[in-house]
């Protein structure tokens, strides 16, 4: 595959606005409102008790085998205790699925839409809250709301700067951080002039995912926040002098790095698995992941040797929440409801946080729990994910939307062939 026959989020989204899809002959189910903690724990009852015989399609990421393992899971236990069929519709990159939402919205589908959950954050939840295509707020009507570690997490109350509003509820939590073979690589570069320096010293050992894939978009916006200039707002959307010079730091930086690329920056991997395994293959000596967890999951499950190791660089790891939103058009919001409620439950929460199925940190507060409840987590020992977040700091903020959305646009017009 060429890089200029990768889709970019930009472009999908315009897309989206323009495409006209065939409506769908099920018919919604009775409209519900959102409804603030307080609402009794009856009106949960009949959402419940609507949710039975709905089927969700629920669109999101299936880069990686253990996050498509763990939906099937979650499907099964959905079926059997709540009556909720849960389908995945696997996407490469959910801007595909905010294509087919902004395009049914232009069409004039309501109420009929063909996206019932989403995984997403960042731009994407920034795209659909600007237009209006995000059902709720709901978050604080589902029962397992009071667990979420809301004060813990900055990130689960603002995605990418934008604030949540109850419209998304978070499911996990990412940092950024590189991982390397200690028996071929024992002394890794910790920041990245010294990645600059090393890959010119070892070329054709190090390359990165290709944007839009949002592993390689991290890369670069972890980049740009350690090379682009300190005074810059990153918060905020960039005006044309503060890109300018943002950009200019980074491609400044990539012009150097990329001659010295795996297969000299004419190619590079379509995702983040896709580069671990050219780490596995002996390709490369270094890759990175949005997840601490990753390598020692990798290593259970017998995709990587035992002597990687994993860790994060000096100037501080980018962190960020990942969430689950229903579209304002679903059509089952409220077997939505139940699957979000569930894919929180202590249980799905405890498994998603185990590095045997998939090692994604949890968005309980786990002081909140007791009982059988926390003996779920506190159960994982080895296996779990908690201690693998420990020695990242600094965190490093996600910058605005719009910061991404323009780098990524730039680096396909530079780079893309």
């Given at each position: 595959m060429t890089l200029k026959q990768m889709p970019m989020r930009r472009t999908l989204l315009w897309i989206g606005l323009t495409l006209a899809l065939v409506a769908c002959n099920r018919a919604p189910p009775a409209p519900i409102t959102p409804g603030p903690a307080s609402t009794p724990a009856a009106a949960w009852s009949d959402i419940e008790a609507a949710a039975r015989g709905q089927e969700v399609f629920f669109n999101a990421w299936a880069g990686d085998e253990r996050v498509n393992a763990f939906i099937a899971w979650a499907s099964a236990e959905l079926a059997q205790h709540y009556g909720v069929k849960l389908t995945h519709v696997k996407t490469q990159d959910t801007a595909e699925a905010i294509a087919r939402i902004l395009a049914e919205k232009a069409a004039g589908r309501v109420d009929d839409g063909s996206v019932d959950l989403l995984w997403i954050n960042g731009e994407n939840f920034a795209a659909l809250k600007a237009n209006a295509m995000l059902f709720g707020p709901f978050v604080e009507r589902l029962p397992i709301a009071p667990m979420i570690d809301f004060a813990g997490q900055p990130s689960f109350s603002s995605d990418f700067t934008i604030p949540v509003e109850g419209l998304e509820a978070p499911?996990?939590?990412?940092?950024?951080v590189f991982t390397h073979d200690a028996a071929r690589l024992a002394d890794p570069p910790r920041d990245f002039p010294a990645l600059l320096a090393w890959a010119k010293a070892n070329p054709g050992r190090f390359t990165y995912p290709a944007p839009p894939n949002f592993t390689g978009s991290s890369f670069?916006?972890?980049?740009?926040?350690?090379?682009?200039?300190?005074?810059?707002?990153?918060?905020?959307?960039?005006?044309?002098?503060?890109?300018?010079?943002a950009s200019a730091a980074l491609f400044d930086y990539l012009d150097a790095l990329h001659p010295v690329l795996w297969r000299k920056g004419a190619t590079f991997p379509q995702s983040g698995p896709a580069q671990r395994q050219l780490l596995a293959d002996g390709e490369v000596d270094l890759t990175m992941s949005f997840n601490p967890s990753e390598a020692a999951s990798?290593?259970?499950l017998g995709q990587l040797p035992a002597s990687v190791a994993t860790y994060g660089f000096r100037s501080g790891s980018?962190?960020?929440a990942h969430f689950l939103a229903i579209p304002a058009n679903a059509r089952a919001k409220e077997a939505a409801l139940v699957a979000i409620n569930f894919l929180l439950s202590p249980e799905a929460q405890a498994r998603k946080a185990d590095i045997r199925f998939w090692g994604d940190a949890?968005?309980?507060?786990?002081?909140?729990?007791?009982?059988?409840?926390?003996?779920l987590f506190d159960a994982l020992g080895e296996n779990g994910n908690l201690a693998r977040w420990e020695g990242f700091e600094?965190?490093?903020?996600?910058?605005?939307?719009?910061?991404?959305?323009r780098i990524e646009r730039a680096w396909?017009?530079?780079y893309a062939r």
């Open positions: 499911w996990g939590l990412s940092l950024f670069l916006k972890q980049a740009m926040l350690a090379i682009g200039p300190a005074d810059l707002d990153y918060a905020r959307p960039p005006d044309e002098d503060g890109f300018a010079r990798a290593v259970a980018l962190t960020n949890s968005a309980l507060d786990l002081d909140k729990l007791s009982g059988p409840d926390r003996a600094p965190a490093l903020s996600e910058p605005h939307p719009d910061w991404m959305e396909a017009e530079r």
